[in-house]
């Protein structure tokens, strides 16, 4: 592309970006579009000759638009929400401009040492010690995996040579999490060969939270039969309601039985920069890894999970293998990041935080997220004051779990109403809320943390919840 075909084109595209960041409320949240529909306006066979980049950008509005689920719309309020800032977006185009793979120090050496300053900063603001030493991965699915291996690998099993499979030499392995961790633990277990059957689940409190008698019970059982335990998550901050797992109570378990603990604060981890949400950081210290999100609720375009850890060595034994191809002169005084997990090629994500910590300040974000969770507790109020709704977990963060409850019905009852209330909500193209199942119970979880959630979305959201649910009869 001539480079001023490329201005006019960029200039053109940044516009786009500001008009549609700016008036993105005129859209659904959710996309309505049917299974499908996208692919059948996609022709099927790609174009011989290239095409107008003008046309493409045309496309993104005639074929795209209406089957994009709009993360950045302040009326998302499904999942944890992953929305993008400015300063984020530009540094993403920066990224892809400047495609700088920092797998070695030599293939881009303000890549790495950016990823090392960033860390360095990251660790200051969520509060940890100096010996944390940190790399950024693409998800903390990704972030999880690598803890679970590092986990294994602390055991000596000379599993980097001999791998696990056919050998009767092993113990069968177990790892211990709450049954509400999430899902990227037992598919970080799966993807290690340790398989389903080497997750297991611990039973957790009206609050949600990790037994950890229960932990220690189970530890107990499995070493009596021969079954060796090697590392537990504690989740601060689950996915179906939030909630914070005993981490001090687990990181004394987990050191009485030498056990690796990856405390999994994806969504959560931010708000450890706030001043009166450091409770949340107890016993952190005595972790041997954590996962914190900024692509979840620091305002990051996707992707970018920060892992955490006292023992990079031992990350660095599970996965450092340099080819002749990929030594280098300097490779004894510097950080090779290939050397740190599975993947060789890397993104240059740190500058988005590089961008979004500059431009907020630690301030900026801190009383952003402080917002947030502020907004939660008043929804929550909100929920709490309404006699036909009925609040289903605590509220440690900003997602509130509640169900519409107009009395005298059966849990099977209020299940159906209250997914045909949210399939309500979803269509109404003005809101999007997600679920989830407690003890049987099909709850509606609603999620602030958006930067555009300003006051009167929640307002609004909570005026449609209630008109909508004044409707529904079975
Ligand atoms: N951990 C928790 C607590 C989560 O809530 C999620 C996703 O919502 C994940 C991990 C997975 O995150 P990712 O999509 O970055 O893999």
Request: hydrophobic content about 40%.
């Amino acid at each position: 592309m001539p480079v001023e075909e490329f201005r006019e084109s960029g200039k053109k595209l940044i516009d786009w970006v500001a008009d549609y960041l700016n008036e993105i409320e005129k859209y659904p949240p959710l996309s309505q579009v049917k299974p499908g529909e996208i692919l059948k306006r996609i022709p099927e066979n790609p174009p011989l000759k290239g095409e107008e980049i003008q046309k493409i950008l045309n496309d993104v509005d005639k074929i795209l638009i209406d089957g994009i689920t709009h993360w950045n719309h302040p009326g998302f309020m499904a999942y944890f929400n992953s929305t993008s800032s400015g300063p984020g977006i530009l540094a993403e185009l920066l990224s892809a401009a400047i495609n700088a793979n920092g797998m070695l120090w030599k293939t881009s050496p303000a890549f790495t040492e950016l990823e090392k300053a960033m860390m360095n900063w990251f660790r200051q603001m969520v509060g940890l010690p100096e010996n944390y030493w940190g790399i950024i991965y693409d998800t903390a699915s990704t972030s999880s995996m690598h803890a679970i291996a590092s986990a294994r690998e602390q055991l000596n099993l000379n599993i980097r040579e001999k791998g696990m499979s056919g050998r009767t030499d092993l113990p069968k392995l177990r790892l211990y999490c709450s049954e509400h961790a999430h899902s990227s633990i037992e598919k970080g277990a799966l993807t290690l060969g340790i398989g389903l059957d080497g997750v297991k689940k611990i039973s957790v409190n009206e609050k949600y939270e990790m037994n950890s008698e229960e932990l220690e019970e189970a530890i107990k059982s499995d070493i009596s039969n021969n079954i060796k335990p090697f590392c537990v998550v504690a989740t601060v901050g689950t996915t179906s309601t939030t909630s914070i797992d005993p981490v001090r109570k687990i990181s004394e378990i987990c050191n009485k039985y030498n056990l690796w603990l990856h405390i999994d604060a994806a969504y959560a981890g931010v708000t450890a920069m706030i001043p009166e949400m450091q409770r949340i950081t107890d016993a952190w210290d005595e972790a041997d890894s954590i996962v914190i999100n900024p692509h979840k609720w620091m305002f990051t375009p996707m992707d970018l999970s920060i892992y955490f850890t006292r023992k990079p060595e031992i990350l660095k034994r599970a996965f450092s293998l340099v080819p002749e191809y990929l030594k280098t002169q300097v490779d004894d005084e510097v950080e090779n990041l290939m050397d740190y997990g599975i993947q060789l090629g890397r993104r240059f994500r740190s500058l988005k935080l590089w961008f979004i910590i500059r431009y907020f300040g630690v301030e900026g974000l801190a009383t952003r997220i402080k917002h947030h969770i502020e907004l939660a507790k008043e929804f929550a109020n909100w929920i709490d004051e309404e006699k036909d709704f009925e609040r289903m977990a605590p509220v440690p963060f900003s997602t509130v779990c509640f169900r519409f409850n107009p009395g005298n019905k059966s849990d099977e009852d209020l299940n159906q109403m209250n997914e045909k209330l949210l399939e309500e909500i979803n269509s109404s193209g003005k809101i999007f809320l997600s679920h989830t199942k407690l003890n049987g119970k099909f709850v509606i979880r609603l999620t602030i943390g958006s930067i555009r959630h300003e006051r009167r979305h929640i307002v609004e959201a909570w005026g449609l919840i209630k008109s909508l649910a004044e409707k529904i009869v079975l």
